[in-house]
């Protein structure tokens, strides 16, 4: 088991990871995502629709639900119906049938950019005036209710649980408990740039950084997470939203025309083979790495997430690599083929 996870490892590491992304299907401008079972649902926003595909099977085929919408923007599914908001409101309809009949649920006078359902409850962002708000989704002619007020451009909304997260067009995502009576804002990180989407499974929050074209994830369950950039597309896509179904990471390519797909699973490779005996430090890291634990002399070569070697050489216990010129993001230091140990710099 252990030759197996190591030479699928190696393939990892020698591999781009951006060839290792593959196309589920095309679209104009793919903005909003959402799955039931194994169909992923989707907003194309330049031909106002809203449609689906089974992710599967090989080489799907789209299926509109519906047509001859007003730039449709953001999606959630919550069993049969399908809740979705144009620019005078949020509507609904029922996936099941043949030709759906949009329904009205509220109007709105402010574009919603992402919907997010928990039990009977639809949240919504207000962008301009840095409000969240909620509908009860089983009342008839509901009204919208505040839940929290004075943030800075909210965009996209995701739960865990009870916490609900927010993105920020700044930079940040910050989180709420809705049980809690106060709604106290939690900060959980900054430094990103325009997350217009995330997904989150496990303890992981993935990010579609939408002006850096690049996917990047933190743990949630860290005090101080630090941004890992998983992806970096060297043209610019527009990652607008992402959904996971099983262990594949859907992309939403908006300047694109397509949505991709992305296995996940293939990092959790590294995690299972890092060498507890050796060691980098400090990690993350600004200008240098210590390598601790090597019982002799070893050659070395570090990695960048696209499987370009960036430096090599040969290394010793308790020696340094300058890391100052790298840029930053996530990185793999692969030892005499025998380990690999992934580190990430840091600047900020």
């Given at each position: 088991m252990?030759?197996?996870?190591y ?5 990892f590491?020698k ?22 079972e194994?169909?992923?649902y989707?907003?194309d926003?330049?031909?106002g ?9 090989n080489?799907?085929?789209s ?7 007003d ?26 049938e043949e ?6 649920i ?6 919603v ?18 409000n ?14 505040n839940?929290?007020?004075g943030?800075t451009?909210?965009i ?5 649980g009870?916490?609900?997260?927010i ?22 990180i ?9 997904a989150?499974t ?22 101080n ?17 992402l ?7 859907y992309?939403a ?10 296995d ?5 490779l ?10 980098i ?12 634990g ?23 216990n ?9 840029s ?21």
């Amino acid at each position: 088991m252990k030759n197996t996870i190591y030479i699928l490892l190696c393939f990892f590491i020698k591999t781009s990871l951006s060839s290792q992304v593959s196309t589920l299907v095309s679209s104009s401008f793919p903005q909003s995502l959402d799955f039931h079972e194994n169909e992923l649902y989707y907003v194309d926003r330049f031909l106002g629709s809203i449609n689906k595909v089974d992710v599967s099977i090989n080489n799907p085929t789209s299926i509109n639900l519906i047509t001859g919408l007003d730039y449709p923007q953001s999606i959630a599914l919550n069993g049969v119906y399908l809740f979705y908001a144009l620019s005078d409101g949020i509507y609904k309809i029922n996936v099941t049938e043949e030709l759906p009949n949009p329904i009205l649920i509220v109007n709105t006078s402010f574009q919603v950019r992402s919907l997010a359902i928990r039990e009977n409850e639809l949240y919504f962002p207000d962008t301009t005036n840095g409000n969240i708000s909620k509908i009860d989704i089983n009342t008839n002619n509901p009204s919208i209710e505040n839940i929290i007020s004075g943030l800075t451009s909210p965009i996209a909304l995701e739960f865990k649980g009870k916490e609900l997260y927010i993105s920020h067009n700044h930079g940040t995502i910050s989180k709420i408990d809705i049980n809690s009576e106060t709604s106290n804002i939690i900060d959980i990180i900054s430094g990103l740039d325009s997350p217009y989407g995330m997904a989150i499974t496990n303890n992981y929050i993935y990010i579609a950084e939408f002006s850096q074209s690049r996917i990047s994830k933190i743990n949630i369950n860290l005090n101080n997470p630090t941004i890992e950039v998983i992806l970096e597309y060297p043209n610019v896509i527009g990652p607008e939203d992402l959904a996971i179904n099983r262990s594949t990471l859907y992309i939403a390519e908006s300047f694109g025309a397509k949505i991709s797909k992305f296995d996940i699973s293939t990092l959790n490779l590294l995690e299972q083979t890092s060498n507890k005996y050796i060691q980098i430090y400090p990690n993350p890291t600004k200008d240098f790495i210590f390598v601790k634990g090597l019982s002799q002399i070893k050659n070395f070569s570090i990695y960048n997430t696209i499987g370009q070697k960036v430096m090599s050489g040969v290394i010793s216990n308790m020696e340094m690599i300058e890391t100052k010129n790298l840029s930053n993001g996530v990185y793999f230091l692969k030892l005499d083929n025998e380990t690999i140990l992934k580190f990430v710099k840091n600047d900020f």
